[in-house]
T-cell receptor
């Protein structure tokens, strides 16, 4: 079983839609949960991170962590064509430890 | 700051050839790592280093060597290239207590 599972999509939505991206994981020791955005032919860039459970909001982006269900989500409100990218979730036990990445979800926002 | 710089951006190798992928960072980060990214497999850790002179294996280390003689540089060596090593390779660095990994632009490697 993989440490982190993520639906690869692809996901296609109209501009302005709310997007929900999700990952599940098996290691209950994970405490740091991150979302990276990767544009085509570029390296991933950190979008948001959350420590332990709860919600975190940054502009149009909201990250949620449910440790009891081992489930994390990223919501994008008022999606824009510039949000078209692959979104990767990542997790680690500690900040000094290895990151475990999901396979990424490809998102296209249609104008 | 240039961040993390990888060279080359593209490379075609013949089976059995060796090569070194270069990675340099100018953020004085101790933690550096190499990943490969394959369709449907995501980012998989090859090797990592927590400081100069210290390296360790990740999830998929076979066929690759690393060394870390300086804080800035972390080269990845392919010893005898195989078609299974066709992939996109990313180098990343991370600061102390950091949740943010800074990635390079990637090296697209094809082994024929």
């Amino acid at each position: 079983q993989k440490e982190v599972e993520q639906d690869p999509g692809p996901l296609s939505v109209p501009e302005g839609a709310i997007v929900s991206l999700n990952c599940t994981y098996s290691n209950s020791a994970f405490q740091y949960f991150m979302w990276y955005r990767q544009y085509s032919r570029k390296g991933p860039e950190l979008l948001m991170y959350t420590y332990s459970s709860g919600n975190k909001e940054d502009g149009r982006f909201t990250a949620q962590v449910d440790k009891s269900s081992k489930y994390i989500s990223l919501f994008i409100r008022d999606s824009q064509p510039s949000d078209s990218a692959t979104y990767l979730c990542a997790m680690s036990v500690n900040t000094g430890n290895q990151f475990y990445f999901g396979t990424g979800t490809s998102l296209t926002v249609i104008p | 700051n240039a961040g993390v710089t990888q060279t080359p951006k593209f490379q075609v190798l013949k089976t059995g050839q060796s090569m070194t992928l270069q990675c340099a960072q100018d953020m004085n980060h101790e933690y550096m790592s190499w990943y490969r990214q394959d369709p449907g497999m995501g980012l998989r850790l090859i090797h990592y280093s927590v400081g100069a002179g210290i390296t360790d294996q990740g999830e998929v280390p076979n066929g690759y060597n690393v060394s870390r003689s300086t804080t800035e540089d972390f080269p990845l060596r392919l010893l005898s290239a195989a078609p299974s090593q066709t992939s996109v390779y990313f180098c990343a660095s991370r600061g102390p207590g950091g949740t943010e990994a800074f990635f390079g632009q990637g090296t697209r490697l094809t082994v024929v």
